[in-house]
């Protein structure tokens, strides 16, 4: 079977049917490029989904991720993400094995295609001028034998005729002689180029087109081959990737299995236990009785006889409402001046007066009526002289409940550990660096070093005394709570024991308090204690700014918690306006500010400080 024996008359239609087989491949690798742009997409836009669910770092979303369908789902979002890079890898197979290399080939084959066709069109260009050689002899040669039997026509007649002359008759009988000759040479060269075309015949359709013809079906058989290769590295390039694709899938699979709905519930536990034990029940108070009325354990109230209170921290727990009163509004109930101030003396020179004027913590008011006015209204909260506006979060995390107040303070120490830890590290290279300037001068100065070296000690000598810091109250906190196998024997009653001493830890009872109040102790005590220990908790934040300045018309003598002294004439800063209760706030200087009576100054707000 070969097209140069079966097919010696069909060149025009092998050129038409070789140029179809090139658009062929052509097509095929237009499919195959359509292929990878569309697995580059399929994996582009899975890349963007997968990036899209992850989660935001410093953000809540990442604190989630602690649970074990959380982390199956980011399981999944990374198999996914890998799961788009063998796509990828398709893609880049496909266009390197595939379209680039069915691009080169199919270039060398348009010239192959050229050169054969060019042959075999140069081929029929020599027959055909062989052809219109052969004709123009054959019609010389026809033409020469009519002139010479024309000229030997009239030659004969001629002769025969008696009435014409020798001289006529000679002549026509010569010019019959050249006629026959010219004939005879027509007839010689006729057939010179008859055989010569008939070689030339049989070489070209039994020798040249053959050839051509065999050649051009060598090529379009290595097309065939070629694009069935193409077919089945397309089918391979997919293969390749399908074990890691399943490995991919089979990740997914394991995480979806890891999810623990019991460490998750834990987990849960953890995130938002408080570590305070359920209030216990309210006493029966019997109202009865036509006796005074006693105060019961669960009160926060004083007795009215010589105007103290004692606080106490025994009994048992009963009603108590720690858990759902915020420490700063109860504190700064407490202590904040709430009787109205004392009037401007009538004399010129307040001074003069022995006793001066009443001091704001002169007339006072039970504990329980002012819890009643806390639970039944909104007071304006008379922040310490440490405390910030808007309600910035304590560094020891004393606004948290004493479990996540522990979580907390674990988190920090053990960020300050690694940073001693990388500070460290950091001082043993510089170190090492030194020794070997020291043995090396040329490398560099080892004075240099010095300055670097003092600076990394300074910062692990902070860094440490912020790590004590920390861990004394991780202490102080871990020593409040009861062990973790404990707590469900652990009783509201555990500080039965206590007594006075106790008032001290009021601070540490404020957090988690396992006590109640009693009349025990009185309520100067108590305040004092609460806005001590309360104001140490807050001495490393940023002080109140500045709002306007008051200069003192008379001299106040402020000798209770919460006031400050001024002399007649003097210039303060005013850190907080009268909020229509009749006392400013003021400073003095960093460390000394405090209420004074609204009447006994006179203000000069700043306008911006007061619009912003």
């Not at 170190?431 to 100065?445: A, E, F, H, S």
């Not at 003092?454 to 861990?471: C, G, H, P």
């Amino acid at each position: 079977m070969s097209w140069g024996t079966e097919l010696w008359d069909q060149f025009d239609n092998l050129e038409k049917h070789t140029q179809w087989g090139i658009d062929i491949l052509e097509k095929y690798i237009k499919f195959v490029k359509e292929r990878t742009e569309i697995e580059l997409s399929y994996a582009k836009q899975l890349r963007n989904l997968s990036k899209k669910y992850q989660p935001k770092k410093n953000s809540k979303e990442e604190e989630e991720y602690r649970y074990t369908a959380c982390k199956a789902f980011l399981s999944t979002l990374n198999e996914t993400n890998d799961y788009a890079g063998q796509h990828e890898v398709i893609s880049e197979n496909m266009t390197s094995q595939i379209t680039a290399e069915l691009a080169r080939y199919i270039q060398e084959l348009k010239q192959e295609r050229k050169s054969h066709f060019h042959e075999g069109r140069k081929a029929q260009q020599h027959i055909e001028t062989c052809w219109k050689q052969l004709e123009s002899s054959k019609r010389r040669f026809e033409r020469d034998c009519k002139e010479a039997d024309r000229a030997q026509q009239y030659f004969e007649k001629m002769d025969a005729d008696i009435n014409v002359t020798k001289a006529d008759v000679e002549k026509a009988r010569q010019q019959a002689q050249i006629r026959h000759q010219m004939a005879e040479d027509s007839k010689a060269d006729y057939s010179s180029i008859l055989q010569k075309f008939n070689h030339e015949q049989r070489e070209y359709y039994h020798s040249h087109i053959p050839s051509i013809f065999q050649k051009i079906q060598e090529m379009e058989e290595r097309r065939i081959v070629r694009i069935g290769e193409s077919m089945k590295t397309y089918a391979e390039v997919d293969r390749q990737v399908i074990p890691i694709i399943g490995k991919c899938l089979d990740g997914i699979v394991k995480a979806a299995e890891s999810i623990d709905q019991k460490n998750d519930s834990q987990l849960v536990i953890e995130a938002y236990k408080s570590g305070f034990e359920p209030p216990g029940d309210f006493e029966f108070e019997d109202y009865t009785q036509p006796m005074k009325r006693t105060v019961s354990d669960n009160s926060l109230s004083n007795s009215r006889g010589d105007g103290k209170a004692e606080l106490k921290f025994g009994g048992k727990s009963k009603g108590k409402l720690w858990p759902f009163i915020k420490k700063n509004k109860l504190m700064s109930l407490l202590t904040s001046p709430h009787q109205p101030p004392p009037p401007p003396p009538a004399s010129a020179s307040p001074s003069a007066v022995p006793n001066g004027p009443q001091s704001p913590k002169q007339q006072k008011e039970p504990l329980s009526h002012r819890f009643n006015e806390f639970m039944t209204s909104k007071p304006k909260i008379h922040c310490f002289r440490s405390l910030k506006r808007g309600g910035a979060t304590p560094e020891d995390f004393s606004n948290l409940p004493p479990e996540q107040r522990r979580k907390k303070l674990q988190q920090k120490v053990d960020e300050l550990n690694k940073e001693i830890q990388k500070e460290m590290d950091q001082r043993d290279a510089i170190t090492k660096m030194k020794d070997v300037y020291l043995k090396n001068p040329q490398m560099g100065d080892p004075a240099s070093l010095d300055h670097k070296l003092t600076e990394v000690n300074q910062n692990i000598e902070k860094l440490r005394l912020e790590a004590q810091k920390f861990e004394a109250w991780l202490a102080e906190v871990e020593g409040r709570l009861p062990a973790r196998g404990d707590q469900a024997r652990r009783q509201s009653g555990m500080y039965d024991g206590q007594t006075a001493p106790a008032v001290n830890n009021c601070a540490q009872d404020r957090e988690s308090p396992d006590g109640s109040y009693t009349e025990e102790q009185s309520q100067e005590s108590e305040v004092k204690v609460l806005a001590t220990d309360f104001d140490d908790e807050f001495d490393d934040e940023e002080p109140l700014p500045a709002i306007g300045t008051c200069k003192a018309l008379y001299t106040f003598d402020g000798q209770n918690e919460g006031t400050i002294s001024v002399t007649e004439g003097e210039t303060l800063y005013v850190i907080e306006e009268d909020k229509g209760d009749g006392w400013t706030r003021i400073r003095r200087s960093e460390d000394e500010e405090g209420y004074v009576p609204t009447s006994y100054v006179e203000v000069y707000l700043d306008k911006n400080a007061k619009d912003s």
